[in-house]
């Protein structure tokens, strides 16, 4: 390989740990500043999930330009990663809704509300409903 393309396979490799480490960086950044368990859970699974993909892709090409061959054990983790990490983060903040965390008190909307309280939305509705003819039946 000529020193050129040593060379700008050196930077690509630098770009692209440098920019996992810094994605990293604001990850950590926004589990201090975030109000609430939710927003928190966000800022640590995306920016992780995608600064160490970063990473692991630098650390890949890296050893791709030094020694002409690919490392399969750094692909299969960069696949398990991008599979088991979303899935965790959704799983500990399902776990947390239903558990009762608090979300920020400045938050817009419940999503989940009206499905996990499904059961007693509807046994309200059929009260109303049933107070409401028996009011006009009298």
């Known amino acids: 390989m000529t020193q050129i393309m040593k060379t700008t396979g050196d930077w690509i490799v630098i770009i692209f740990i440098l920019s996992g480490a810094m994605i990293s960086l604001f990850g950590s950044i926004g589990i201090l500043r975030f109000p609430d368990y939710y927003n928190r859970n966000h800022a640590a699974s995306k920016t992780t999930t995608l600064g160490v993909l970063l990473t692991l892709?630098?650390?890949?090409?890296?050893?791709?330009?030094?020694?002409?061959?690919?490392?399969?054990?750094?692909?299969?983790?960069?696949?398990?990663?991008?599979?088991?990490?979303?899935?965790?983060?959704?799983?500990?903040?399902?776990?947390?809704?239903?558990?009762?965390?608090?979300?920020?008190?400045?938050?817009?909307?419940?999503?989940?509300?009206?499905?996990?309280?499904?059961?007693?939305?509807?046994?309200?509705?059929?009260?109303?409903?049933?107070?409401?003819?028996?009011?006009?039946e009298t």
């Open 57 to 136: 892709f630098g650390a890949f090409l890296y050893f791709l330009f030094e020694t002409g061959h690919s490392d399969w054990r750094l692909i299969l983790a960069m696949i398990f990663l991008f599979l088991a990490s979303p899935i965790g983060s959704h799983m500990l903040a399902r776990s947390a809704y239903r558990s009762g965390v608090p979300m920020w008190e400045h938050s817009v909307h419940d999503v989940l509300y009206d499905y996990v309280h499904a059961e007693e939305l509807e046994a309200q509705k059929e009260q109303q409903d049933g107070q409401a003819k028996e009011t006009v």
